[in-house]
């Protein structure tokens, strides 16, 4: 190894070297920061009460995000998510109602087949159509909220009307840590081993690449973007289950407007929005420093208005990050290229 | 003309696949009337046919992308009907495209065994196995390649020898190969047909797809011809001349490849003077007079069209100047260079010379939005006059000049290019590989306008990878080597050793001369005739 090969940083392989490429770097280190800097001001941000909400407010941001996170890598969208979430919040309102008694888990399958339903609705339409998915989950957006109004018209569910172990989900802890953070954690842990390590998982970064080459290499391309979005809406099911456990009323608006913050936390977690790189891992910290900067601002005394332009800012920065490392890549590789020749 | 001898005594085995009268249609229009072709194990057979004879759709039916109407598909002996790319695949049989299908995203290694990664327990992904594997794959190849980083940015090359990789790590019986030396340099070439070469003697069968000749003759045992989307004729290389294969492709004698005209050269209108950009080329001086063809020549790489480029306007330049017409061209200003008379085609026309989606008159008419509107708005009325007298008189082969350009064969797009440039009656054309991926008789329609423009007093700069059309086309001879001019030839000099000399560096050095200088004379009278005369645009642009 001599002092040449600095030149040409093309495999650097040490630990090091590799761990701060990976693209959830910069998300991540903005996370910590954040913390450092809110605790600085106001050490209470920390303190174990602090640490469980924060983990609570980003709990449902986080599932969701990792579900879309995956249709985004596959250069898709889901605008629908919101109402979607909307839907299964009220579903499970409706399912307590009507059977008080039943098990926890019969309310959760409910939920996530629900989610399933509606996502596999989403994927379908949008393989089969082959219009882009940002027009038909918009529609969708828009369908699911309607039919959500239609069933739920005025009335609200409220947690008082569910049973106590249910709400407990969000409330108890196990070595600090709410039930519902745990699940969670799972999930980000289970879908990021598909999505790294199997064949499938690696398809849907191909499609995300290049859609016509992955189909040229025999990669089944409509069904693994079924799949993303089945998965996505699965996801967001088991979200909006967990919402009528975390809040404590569902109803006709629940969950609007809620795709944005989605894709913006996928966005700045590292997701590319054309697909083909990224991370869900990337994506649940990003959702994680997204609910993490408005606790923190209204901890640090910022105007509420201010908040969401500073999220702003942040998806604006993530894209530039994004942008900047592509030109050095392709810089260093022109570079090595000429150097090689 | 051929390179390697022919092996002698080709294996009469049976062949390992075989189309035998496939058709193939698509609603109305008939892709493939009748394709055959057999590929058998240790042979190359080149498939030749100008664009639109069926190579495309043929190679297609193979590869599983589409499936025959009609006709016969035999694999190794036995029917068979590849429904996707992926039971072709797992067949054995591996394409390389003219532009390779990787993933920019994903790492060299994952391109190579996308969909079918290497696992251990419980089904994931075994990352060490696969990089290893890899690695031996280009060792074999004799090609360095990191597997561990990702495709985006490599050579079309390199992702070619990826490609390769593939289809070895496949285990692929059959190795189609579609145009793989459209945007490849010499080297690149040479290492490309050492490889094909060697996957031959192992026993693979491997079909070529080029419409370069000498390629073509160099590197096959057995030629394949088709036209109009049937099988024509199936020679053994060795038996066969290229006059005869051309004969076969076109249905008549193209006699006359590259029907240069002679044309009255005059005086000089453009001249170059030691322009320079760092790094990319140097010193680089020229003229180019009226009614003259100078072709620009030299390797893949050379900073040909980064000169044309700079000439241009498009790309800055540190040193030199531009003159044209006895005034000075500013720097850095398209928009000028194309008052002042310099028509510029580029070689990539789908991306810098079309706009593909949008209709062929807009295209056309494109370089004349100022003079055909009033108050700002483009008269769509006088845009479809403008645009339908430049088609008929090159002849562009259009259903409606409504449609999107890119539903136009590649030599009619490029004759949308030139009628678009043509319209602005420039005095100085630049063209950059005007017939690339050209079928061999749109090219000779291509060449014969190009020489009716030099006819027609326009200088005309040819930037050209094609030995063949430089030497048959241009009056004078430029050849760059590694960003510097290191040879002005005269048609008369111009031999294909000397050019290819001057453009891999091996010597020659001392044939480098300027053109005559001092004959130009920067009054009006340098302006060629049958063109209107540049100078009150050129001041009304300052």
């Known amino acids: 190894m001599t002092t ?4 040409a940083p093309t495999t650097g392989r040490s630990p090091f070297a590799s761990l701060v490429k990976q693209r959830e770097v910069p998300v991540a280190s903005a996370l910590i920061v954040l913390v450092i800097v809110t605790t600085i001001a106001n050490p209470l941000f920390v303190s174990p009460q602090g640490v469980k909400d924060l983990m609570l407010n980003a709990t449902i941001t986080v599932i969701m995000a990792v579900g879309l996170g995956t249709v985004i890598i596959t250069n898709n969208i889901d605008l629908s998510v919101g109402s979607i979430l909307g839907l299964v919040a009220f579903a499970t309102g409706t399912v307590f109602n009507a059977a008080p008694g039943i098990p926890l888990v019969f309310v959760f399958l409910i939920g996530l087949a629900i989610g399933a339903l509606l996502g596999a609705v989403n994927g379908f339409l949008v393989t089969v159509a082959r219009v882009p998915s940002l027009v038909i989950t918009l529609g969708m957006l828009y369908i699911y909220r309607g039919l959500n109004n239609a069933w739920a018209g005025g009335q609200q569910y409220f947690a008082g009307d569910r049973p106590a172990a249910f709400g407990r989900l969000s409330v108890d802890t196990v070595l600090g840590i709410p039930i519902i953070t745990i699940i969670a954690v799972v999930v980000v842990v289970l879908v990021a ?14 499609i995300g690449s290049d859609d016509q080459a992955a189909r040229l290499f025999g990669i089944k391309v409509s069904k693994r973007v079924l799949t993303a979005f089945v998965l996505n809406g699965t996801l967001t099911g088991l979200a909006g289950v967990l919402y009528a456990s975390r809040f404590n009323s569902v109803g006709a608006t629940t969950g609007t407007g809620l795709e944005l913050d989605i894709v913006a936390a996928a966005v700045v977690g590292g997701i590319a929005i054309f697909g083909g790189s990224g991370s869900v891992v990337g994506a649940a910290i990003g959702a994680v420093l997204l609910t993490t900067i408005t606790s923190s601002l209204t901890a640090l005394g910022v105007d509420k208005f201010w908040q969401q332009a500073i999220v702003g800012i942040l998806i604006l920065t993530a894209i530039l990050v994004e942008r900047i490392a592509s030109i050095r890549t392709a810089r260093r590789l022109r570079t090595s290229e000429a150097t090689n020749a | 003309m051929t390179i390697d001898p022919t092996p002698p005594g080709l294996s009469p085995t049976a062949p390992v696949l075989e189309l035998r009268g496939a058709r193939k249609t698509f609603g109305a229009v008939v892709a493939l009337a009748s394709g055959s072709v057999q590929l058998r194990a240790g042979e190359i057979n080149a498939l030749v046919g100008e664009n639109g004879a069926g190579k495309s759709t043929m190679v297609k039916i193979l590869a599983g992308v589409h499936q025959p109407d009609s006709g016969d598909f035999l ?3 036995h029917p068979i009907v590849f429904r996707s790319p992926a039971e072709s695949k797992a067949a054995g049989v591996s394409v390389i495209y003219q532009e390779p299908t990787l993933f920019p995203d994903l790492t060299v290694a994952e391109n190579i065994f ?56 496949l285990d692929a019986k059959v190795l189609i190969m579609d145009e793989p030396t459209a945007a490849l340099s010499g080297v690149e070439v040479e290492r490309l047909f050492g490889v094909a070469r060697a996957l031959r003697d192992r026993g693979s069968a491997i079909l070529f797809i080029s419409h370069r000749f000498d390629e073509v003759f160099g590197l096959s045992d057995r030629i394949t011809v088709m036209r109009d989307g049937a099988f024509i004729s199936e020679h053994a290389t060795g ?6 294969i051309v004969r076969a492709m076109v249905g008549r004698d193209v006699d006359q490849l590259f029907p240069k005209q002679e044309a009255r050269v005059g005086d000089t209108v453009v001249s170059v003077d030691g322009l320079t950009r760092q790094g990319v080329f140097h010193d680089v001086s020229f003229e180019v007079r009226a009614g003259e063809i100078v072709g620009l020549a030299g390797l893949v790489g050379a900073g040909r069209t980064e000169v044309a480029r700079a000439v241009f306007g498009i790309d800055r330049y540190d040193a030199g100047s531009v003159t044209i017409a006895g005034r000075p061209l500013p720097k850095r200003d398209p928009m000028a260079s194309i008052t002042a008379g310099i028509g510029f085609v580029p070689e990539d026309r789908r991306k810098q010379g079309l706009v593909m989606d949008m209709s062929v008159s807009r295209n056309t008419t494109l370089t004349l939005r100022k003079t055909l509107s009033r108050f700002g708005l483009v008269s769509a009325r006088r845009e479809r006059e403008a645009a339908a007298d430049w088609s008929s008189r090159l002849q562009v082969k259009t259903g409606s000049q409504e449609l999107p350009v890119s539903t136009l064969s590649g030599g009619n797009q490029q004759k949308v290019v030139l009628a678009k440039w043509l319209a602005t009656d420039p005095t ?33 700069l040819m930037i050209s990878s094609e030995l063949p059309e430089v030497l048959g086309m241009a009056d004078r001879v430029l050849v760059m080597h590694e960003g510097r001019l290191t040879a002005t030839l005269d048609r008369a000099e111009a031999t294909a050793e000397r050019v290819m000399h001057a453009a891999t560096g091996s010597g020659a050095t001392d044939l480098t001369e300027h053109a005559p200088t001092g004959t130009a004379d920067p009054t009006g009278t340098a302006i060629p005739t049958g063109t209107a005369s540049p100078t009150p645009t050129t001041e009304a642009a300052r």
């Open chain 1, 4 to 7: 040449s090969h600095a030149l």
């Open chain 1, 193 to 206: 081993i598909f999505l790294a390590r199997t064949r499938p998982g690696r398809d849907l970064y191909a």
């Open chain 2, 75 to 77: 694999f190794d002996g």
């Open chain 2, 114 to 169: 996308v969909g079918r990664q290497p696992t251990s327990r419980f089904g994931f992904i075994d990352r060490a196995a696969m990089r290893t594997e890899a690695r031996a794959l280009f060792e074999r190849l004799g090609v360095p390649i990191d597997p561990d980083r990702v495709a985006e940015g490599l050579s079309i090359a390199d992702q070619q020898i990826i490609e390769i990789a593939k289809a070895i790590s």
């Open chain 2, 239 to 244: 038996d066969v001349t290229t006059a005869e």
């Open chain 2, 428 to 460: 100085f054309l630049i063209v950059d590989e005007p017939t690339r991926g050209i079928d061999v008789g749109t090219k000779s329609e291509v060449h014969r306008l190009i020489s009716d423009l030099a006819g027609r007093g326009i200088a005309v």
